[in-house]
């Protein structure tokens, strides 16, 4: 018996160590009875909740454990970074006809309480779960939402979008009742067709060409509209000085008219005047008075000079003279004074 003691101890310990588990913070663990006394055989409902420690014997009791943290299903084009090597891509043909690749993304979780239904009808593990189920659930779906698309609205980020979320509704509608929720769609880098894509290419840069061609003609018409408007303002200003020197020009003839006017005025009003004047003499002299005075005027010419008398009968052809009236009318004068 002292011999066995030791071996006892040894076997104690041994079973002790191989019935110990445990789970991580994003983790649940599933117990399955092999040959349970009390719980019989097969996969347990109840679920072993994140960071714990758990004990069990190893002959009766299988264990696995699920990552119910966020997982991302990587399907890329890029050798060595998505979740397979090689070119892993999503290809589908657009409605007009045009292959396409595009890499896509899918979050998804495993809802916790659904872990012990993985173990019985998907997968052992969280990888298992992903390829048999989550892989090939989306590629199909996404590629049958995505195949509504034609090759002109695939380069639209709005349109993308709406197929990213109706893709992961359908996504969701399949595989929550599988105990698998989606959380997101992410629709990543596409590529065409090499002939499709030159295609694309030649299309852009026609199209940038036309961009900058419109651009440049949109700059040399608003810069001649430009032009236009200040040829506008130089002709109008021009014109405006036009007239308002033609304006200047306009007032100061009429000034000088209205001056010249009032000149002629007051000449015609002299002139008028004088031959008035004249008229009214003229008209008086041609009474007797008139003739009174012009040999008034006769005998004041002849004031102060030598007379002499011609004998009447020489031959010589004189006019008469009345001496002795005019000297009586030059006898009148003087005595008038």
Not at 306 to 328: C, H, Q, W, Y
């Amino acid at each position: 018996m002292r011999h066995l003691k030791p071996l006892f101890v040894a076997a104690l310990a041994v079973a002790l160590t191989g019935c110990t588990a445990s789970t991580e913070s994003t983790e649940v663990g599933v117990l399955t009875a092999k040959a349970h006394p009390l719980y019989g055989r097969g996969v347990q409902d109840q679920v072993q909740p994140q960071g714990g420690t758990y004990f069990m014997i190893r002959p009766l009791w299988d264990w696995h454990v699920y990552d119910i943290g966020l997982q991302n299903l990587e399907m890329l084009r890029e050798t060595g970074e998505g979740s397979r090597s090689g070119d892993d891509s999503l290809r589908f043909k657009t409605i007009d006809g045009n292959d396409i690749s595009v890499n896509v993304t899918i979050a998804w979780t495993i809802a916790s309480d659904e872990a012990p239904y993985q173990l019985r009808f998907v997968g052992s593990s969280t990888n298992e779960v992903e390829e048999k189920l989550v892989r090939p659930v989306s590629r199909t779906l996404v590629r049958d939402v995505l195949n509504q698309l034609t090759s002109e609205e695939y380069y639209q980020a709005d349109r993308r979008f709406e197929m990213a979320e109706e893709a992961k509704r359908r996504l969701n509608a399949v595989l929550n009742p599988e105990g698998v929720l989606i959380e997101n769609v992410l629709l990543g880098e596409h590529k065409f067709n090499a002939t499709y894509e030159q295609t694309i290419r030649d299309k852009k840069v026609a199209e940038q060409e036309a961009a900058r061609l419109t651009s440049e003609t949109r700059a040399a018409k608003e810069e001649m509209t430009r032009d236009l408007e200040r040829a506008k303002g130089t002709v109008g200003q021009q014109i405006e000085q036009a007239r308002g020197e033609s304006e200047k020009r306009r007032l100061e003839a009429d000034a000088l008219y209205f001056e010249r006017q009032r000149q002629a005025e007051a000449i015609l009003a002299e002139k008028r005047a004088l031959a008035e004047g004249l008229t009214e003499r003229a008209r008086a002299m041609s009474g007797a008075g008139g003739e009174a005075m012009v040999k008034l005027k006769v005998a004041e010419a002849l004031k102060g000079k030598k007379i002499i008398f011609i004998p009447a009968g020489s031959g010589m052809d004189l006019r008469n003279t009345d001496v002795n009236e005019l000297l009586e009318v030059y006898g009148a004068k003087s005595l008038s004074k």
